[in-house]
């Protein structure tokens, strides 16, 4: 594989993330399938990417129309459906007890040149490396969110990553239209090492009675020229991925500036994680998001 393309990509995880990384790939001519043992949420995601992709043809921005994307895209409950892939990138959620345990599944499945990808934020890329018999063909690639839109992808190289993998993974991003920004198996990576601590600062903020959430919001939008709010932008990741990632961060680097706001954690234990709950920080409904 070290001098072609996948010829069939593989994702793990029809949520936000993994259906915006297969719609990414499908757009770019990939042959792609789409995995997710809830038949209710490969259809959820699929119709996502139609929404998706008919906005994005009439701005011109997919020279094709979305029909001829989703004919590239198959979908499975099945695991099995991956046994042919040459890259395969899980989109699970931010657990690593699950990441690690999907990993030992495929590195069984898949054939033996087959690269590993996690779309972690945060989680050890040696350590989830560590559950298969192919370290070195193991790698991070974690997209941002929403993936059509941000054209980022943060490469991990954990301590076995091969260079061969390491250059199939930038040739991947490449053709998927991302610029990447490499980065050292450390907790948070890059991006997350520094976006998570502002986010957990705002709901300590919040906390605190510093300022309301529109107040908050508005001063690091319009005072630092930042296209969203941290407390907007927390209920659009996931307030339980943000909790993640900031224990993931207060456990490997063990600094109390990494501790979780308890503001954030009560939010997650509510059950109230953002926009794809229906309510985060803000409540959302049809007619926008409001301040919850």
């Known amino acids: 594989m070290a001098r072609r393309l996948p010829a069939l990509l593989g994702v793990v995880g029809a949520g936000q993330m993994g259906a915006g990384i297969a719609q990414v790939a499908a757009s770019s001519g990939l042959q792609v399938v789409l995995v997710d043992r809830a038949a209710a949420q490969l259809d959820r995601a699929l119709q996502g990417m139609e929404a998706s992709l008919s906005r994005l043809s009439k701005k011109g921005a997919v020279p094709e129309e979305p029909a001829a994307v989703l004919g590239r895209l198959q979908r499975a409950t099945d695991m099995e459906a991956l046994a042919g892939a040459d890259y395969v990138v899980e989109a699970v959620p931010e657990v690593e007890s699950l990441k690690r345990q999907l990993f030992q599944q495929l590195d069984g499945l898949l054939p033996p040149h087959a690269i590993l990808a996690s779309n972690t934020s945060s989680i050890s890329i040696t350590r989830l490396a560590a559950a298969t018999q192919r370290p070195d063909r193991v790698v991070g690639l974690h997209f941002m969110n929403p993936v059509p839109l941000m054209g980022l992808i943060e490469l991990v190289r954990g301590m076995a990553t091969s260079d061969e993998t390491y250059e199939a993974s930038q040739r991947l991003a490449s053709h998927l239209g991302k610029t990447t920004c490499v980065s050292q198996d450390r907790p948070g990576f890059i991006v997350n090492r520094i976006l998570m601590p502002m986010i957990n600062e705002a709901f300590f903020a919040l906390m605190e009675g510093v ?36 224990r993931e961060l207060h456990g490997g680097l063990g600094e109390s500036k990494y501790r979780p706001c308890p503001l954030l954690v009560q939010y997650v234990d509510a059950g109230w994680l953002g926009k794809k709950s229906g309510r985060g920080v803000y409540s959302y409904s049809r007619s926008g998001a409001q301040a919850a």
């Open 211 to 246: 300022g309301s959430a529109h107040d908050i919001d508005t001063g690091m939008k319009l005072g630092t020229n930042q296209p969203m709010g941290p407390l907007a932008l927390a209920d659009l990741i996931g307030l339980d991925t943000c909790l993640a990632v900031m």
